[in-house]
């Protein structure tokens, strides 16, 4: 899946984020994390729905996911 906002394009297939010809090096969790927000952009996620889908049967990963969040703010 190919996908842009405004300046950026995420390849899902190439796990590659790019800022207009540049690729922008990303952890392979901050691209899993951009990839499910981005199937599911037509409805609000919780914080608690990534980390059961993305961090399944792991407690306590609230750290790494706002550290994966920090990671995918563009701007």
Same mark, same amino acid.
């Given at each position: 899946?190919?996908?842009?906002?405004?300046?950026?394009?995420?390849?899902?297939?190439?796990?590659?984020?790019?800022?207009?010809?540049?690729?922008?090096? @990303?952890?392979?969790?901050?691209?899993?994390?951009?990839?499910?927000?981005?199937?599911?952009?037509?409805?609000?996620?919780?914080?608690?729905?990534?980390?059961?889908?993305?961090?399944? =049967?792991? @407690?306590?990963?609230?750290? =790494?996911?706002?550290? #994966?969040? #920090?990671?995918?703010?563009?701007?």
């Amino acid at each position: 899946m190919q996908c842009t906002l405004n300046k950026f394009e995420l390849d899902t297939c190439l796990f590659e984020l790019r800022l207009g010809n540049e690729p922008i090096p @990303i952890e392979p969790q901050t691209d899993n994390v951009l990839t499910y927000l981005l199937k599911h952009r037509y409805r609000v996620v919780s914080k608690q729905e990534l980390l059961e889908q993305l961090w399944p =049967g792991r @407690i306590g990963r609230v750290n =790494g996911l706002a550290d #994966h969040m #920090h990671d995918t703010e563009l701007d």
